[in-house]
Every structure is written in C-alpha cells, then in structure tokens.
C-alpha cells in the first residue's frame, strides 16, 4: 500500500498548529464557545432556505475573520464530505416526489434534491463556524472556557489530559511504526498484519498507560489533589461587547426569518 | 461512523443527546480521580486510532476501537469516548456539534455492552478461547455500531432507508479488521499488563 494511503489527512499536531492572530481571537473563549452553541441550534432546526443559506455563508464569513488556513480547512471540510457523500447522493433517488431529473432509469426527486442540499448547507454551516470560532482555541483555553462555564470537573480534566496523551500516543505510535518498517514489516490484507497491528495497539496501550502512571505520581508528589487551579481569569471586553451586539440580533433575525 | 449536523430528524438528536447524558453521568461516577490517566490514555489511543488505515483489498479502512476501550473501560467508556468526538469534531470537523450526542451513545453503548458480554470471555484461562472472545467483542461493538448508526437515519426518515444499509455493508470489512486486531491487542494486555483489562493475574506461585 502507498505510504500515503496509510495515514489520513488530518492528524494532531497538538498546539504546533499555528495560525495568524486574528480578530477572532481577541474574543473570550467562553463567548466563543456559547454563540457557536447558539448558531448550530439555530441552523440545524431551521427549515427555512433563506435561513439555511445566510447561516452557510455566516460560516464562511467566519472563517474568513478568522483567517483559517485555507488548505488546511479545505481538507477537513472535504473529510467532512466523504462521511455524507453517500447520504446526499442516495437522497435524490430514495425520496419520492415529482420527478427532477433522470440518471439511469433512475428518477431524483425535487424534494429529496432540496433535503440533500439543506443538509449539506446546515453541516457545513456549524463546520465553518466551529473550526472558526472554537477550533482556534489551543486545546488547553477550550478546557478552561468550558471549566468555567460549569461543565462537571472530571469531564474538563478528562479533556486536558486526553489533549496531554493525544502528543504521547502519537509520538509513541510514530515510534513503533518506524520500527517495524525498519524490520520491513509493510501492511497487506492478512492475519499477520492485524496480529502485528494489534500487538502494535496492546504495546502503545501499556507503553502510554505506565507512562500516564508516573506523570500522576509526578503530579501527586507536587501535591495533585484531584483539582487543576485555573489560573487564566476570563472576562468580557469591550471587543466581546461589539462582537456580541453583533452576533445576537443576527441570530434573533435568522430565528425570525422561519416565521415569515 | 460518524453522523454530520443537519441529516438526523430533531426526535433523533434529543433522544442521543439524553442518553449520552445518562451514559456520561454513571461513567463520570465510576471513575475516580485515579483512574483518570487511564481513562485519557483510551480516550485519546480512540482518537489516533481514527488515522491509523489498514489495507484493505483496493481500498483501506482505519480502526474505530470501541470494542477495546470497552473492555479496558466499562461505563467510564462514556466519557473517554465523547471526549474524543468532541476533540475530532471542534479540531477536525468530523462529525458535527449537536448530533455529538447521538454519535457518542451509536460508539459507546456498544462499547459498554460489549464489556458485559466479553468481559468474563477474555479472562478465560485458555489463550485461545480468550482471542476468541477478543475478537468476538472486536467485531461485535462495531456490528451493533453500524445497527445503531443505520437505525438512527432510519427513524429520522424512510428516504434514509437505502443509506442505512449501505452503511452496514460497508462496514462489513471493518468488522473483520478490528476483529483481528481486537483479539491480538487482548492477547497481548492479557500477558503484559493483565489489569487493564480487569484480569486476575491467577498464576500464583507464592
């Protein structure tokens, strides 16, 4: 198989994925957090074209303020593509209705072409403005944000230790795999290559776990008591004002725009 | 496997939100502070199993692993496991915002049910029945996965019907992959580290 084929596009980079400052990111991470909340509500149980393509383009305008690099966003909305692609081409041809078009003996109809392409609008509405709003934030703020908007305590440090293993494993797996193409092992269709892939798997499992073991330890003799203090004091500005005098009433007219 | 914003009918999405509330609620209560790292570690070995792509005939499949985290985690699966969604879905934009509940419970459910249906299997005495049971419990969380996943686009409506079972078909190779690679993974834990996956080291020579 292709060295290339063997990896996905995306991977974690952990906090070595930069991006330019932008307007964005003056913003407070809770705000950030609770309007793209508030925008995916309103995108996704609205019905309504106007609605679903102004909210399409939001998230596009979004992405622009906050200046995504645009290869990178492009490969993750395409990533995103492929988990639908089959789901909106069968949806023409399984909704019945007046007929649009005809493929094959196969007829499409109108009103399963409209459901596809709202689906489409909606997914890549809340996408954009995800990757936007939240998917700037390091890691880290996203977990303090949500500490202090009162998600329950073991859940945020579930979150920032899984972003602390995220690199361990990753590196660690680097390392195994770069090993056993060292030894000329290449990945075929067969037993042997799950057997080795699943040792592979079991291996990085209790390489990482002893590791996160003595990392605890570490935090428990510097006096770890089950609580990370957080330290980053988090206040509205003059900026998330403007922003939020903004953003509200956006919303308030894209809900308003279902009921004309 | 994962469901994107906007497909799934509003019915769907709260009844998936609920439960992964539910769900989330007992693991976060089975879990204590110390068992965080290994919780993190699965959560996160989760999410780097999603770009590690195994050949596959002409075309490559990557692993999804709920069966082991499962086995590894039991309820505490939840949690680990809506982490990681999340993580993919605010970094990457897999998946989306407001189906985060209904993917979490279609990965995690099975997760936990296969620690109930496997768990006593891999501690078998014998190797062999063990694998088995491994790959049993592999296979099996992706199975009831892909059901869960077909079901929740078919209940959103009958248009979907054809999706549901491509999806299943589909994953039809993806069973057998982390079948084989499940059932290694347990025979290894099993002889490295037997507590990880709650085994009683039985080989007493005091």
Redesign the interface.
């Known amino acids: 198989m292709p060295q290339f084929l063997e990896h996905s596009g995306t991977s974690w980079k952990g906090q070595k994925v930069k991006h330019d400052r932008s307007l964005i990111d003056k913003l407070d991470p809770r705000l950030r957090v609770v309007l793209v909340t508030a925008f995916a509500f309103v995108t996704v149980l609205s019905e309504n074209f106007w609605v679903l393509s102004i909210a399409a383009l939001t998230g596009l305008v979004l992405a622009l303020l906050a200046q995504l690099n645009v290869k990178r966003t492009l490969r993750r909305v395409i990533a995103m593509d492929m988990f639908m692609i089959f789901l909106i081409i069968l949806l023409p041809f399984t909704t019945p209705g007046e007929a649009l078009f005809t493929v094959a003996g196969l007829s499409a109809s109108k009103a399963g072409f409209l459901h596809a392409l709202m689906i489409l609008l909606k997914a890549h509405a809340v996408v954009l403005s995800l990757l936007a709003l939240v998917g700037t934030l390091s890691a880290t703020t996203l977990g303090h944000a949500m500490a202090h908007l009162r998600v329950p305590d073991k859940l945020v440090h579930l979150l920032l230790f899984t972003v602390r293993y995220l690199d361990v494993i990753g590196q660690e797996y680097k390392r195994m795999r770069r090993a056993m193409q060292a030894r000329a092992f290449v990945l075929r269709t067969d037993m042997h290559t799950w057997r080795s892939i699943g040792y592979l798997i079991g291996m990085l499992l209790v390489h990482s776990l002893e590791r996160s073991e003595r990392i605890m330890d570490a935090m428990k003799c510097r006096g770890y008591k089950g609580q990370f203090y957080l330290f980053d004091e988090m206040a509205l500005g003059a900026h998330d004002y403007r922003f939020m005098a903004l953003f509200i009433p956006f919303l308030c007219v894209l809900v308003g725009l279902n009921f004309l | 496997m994962?469901?994107?914003?906007?497909?799934l009918a509003?019915p769907v999405?709260a009844v998936g939100a609920a439960l992964t509330v539910a769900g989330?609620a007992l693991g976060?209560k089975r879990?204590d502070?110390?068992h965080?790292?290994?919780?993190?570690?699965?959560?996160?070995?989760f999410?780097?199993?999603?770009?590690?792509?195994?050949?596959?005939?002409f075309s490559?499949v990557?692993?999804i692993?709920n069966g082991?985290i499962g086995l590894?985690l039991g309820w505490a699966a939840f949690?680990?496991l809506?982490?990681?969604l999340?993580?993919q879905?605010?970094?990457?934009?897999?998946?989306?915002?407001?189906v985060l509940g209904v993917n979490a419970v279609n990965i995690a459910l099975p997760a936990v049910m296969v620690y109930y249906l496997c768990g006593h299997g891999i501690s078998a005495s014998s190797p062999r029945v063990a694998a088995i049971w491994g790959a049993i419990g592999g296979a099996g969380s992706i199975v009831l996965t892909t059901i869960m996943v077909a079901f929740s686009?078919m209940l959103s409506g009958?248009?979907?019907?054809?999706?549901a079972k491509?999806?299943f078909v589909?994953h039809i190779p993806v069973m057998i992959?982390e079948g084989?690679?499940?059932?290694?993974?347990?025979?290894?834990?099993r002889k490295?580290?037997p507590e990880?996956l709650h085994i009683k080291d039985e080989t007493d020579y005091a």
Not at chain 2, 36 to 45: N, R, T, Y
Not at chain 2, 158 to 163: D, G, H, K, R
Not at chain 2, 180 to 189: D, E, I, K, R
């Open positions: 994962h469901i994107v914003d906007g497909a509003v999405l989330v976060l879990m502070y110390d965080l790292p290994q919780v993190g570690v699965l959560s996160a070995a999410f780097i199993a999603s770009y590690i792509h195994l050949p596959i005939g490559s990557h692993l692993l082991l590894a949690p680990a809506l982490v990681a999340f993580l879905a605010v970094f990457f934009g897999f998946g989306g915002f407001l686009l009958e248009a979907f019907l054809l999706a491509a999806t589909a992959v084989g690679v499940t059932a290694a993974a347990v025979l290894l834990l490295v580290k990880f």
